[in-house]
């Protein structure tokens, strides 16, 4: 009797064992697939920025989607929801819009026509660096052309 009731215990718990890996693999699945529907993003090199004016928010200009940095990750806004990552060539995630930050949901619908071509591109990695201390330094509110580039927009072109 004794080695019936000890299989009997050790296929009941083989069973739950199972069941539970069952369904932590499905979970897993389901959250692994967020996201894998965006477009692909192609960049010649990797990207330079623009502050989008009156903001603290960078687009990368010159491309057909829109790419954002803003507050240390990347974002991307698609088909009325916002993904993140934390490259801007890295793995996209579909992020609930209760935790998108405010910066990015206040942007105004036409933020891409308020960036001019003259405006100062900035590299990827001076923004990911530097934008905690530009932000508390208020570094575009003092720059009241919101970066434009000067030179280019007296016709010098950019040093």
């Not at 389901?30 to 903001?55: D, K």
């Not at 890295?90 to 001019?116: M, T």
């Not at 003259?118 to 720059?143: A, F, I, L, S, T």
């Amino acid at each position: 009797m004794r080695k019936k009731s000890f299989f009997l215990v050790f296929a009941s718990l083989l069973l739950v064992v199972a069941g539970a890996a069952t369904k932590a693999e499905a979970g897993a699945e389901v959250n692994v697939n967020v996201g894998i529907n965006l477009p692909p993003v192609s960049y010649a090199a990797p990207p330079e920025v623009v502050v989008i004016p009156g903001t603290y928010v960078y687009l990368v200009p010159d491309l057909e989607v829109d790419v954002l940095f803003y507050q240390g990750y990347w974002w991307r806004p698609y088909e009325g929801r916002w993904y993140r990552s934390s490259n801007y060539d890295g793995r996209w995630r579909y992020i609930e819009s209760r935790k998108v930050p405010r910066g990015l949901g206040a942007l105004p619908p036409d933020f891409r026509h308020r960036v001019s071509p003259g405006y100062e591109r900035v590299h990827h990695r001076e923004v990911q660096k530097n934008w905690k201390r530009w932000e508390k330094e208020k570094r575009w509110d003092k720059r009241g052309d919101q970066g434009r580039d000067r030179h280019k927009d007296q016709g010098r072109g950019k040093h």
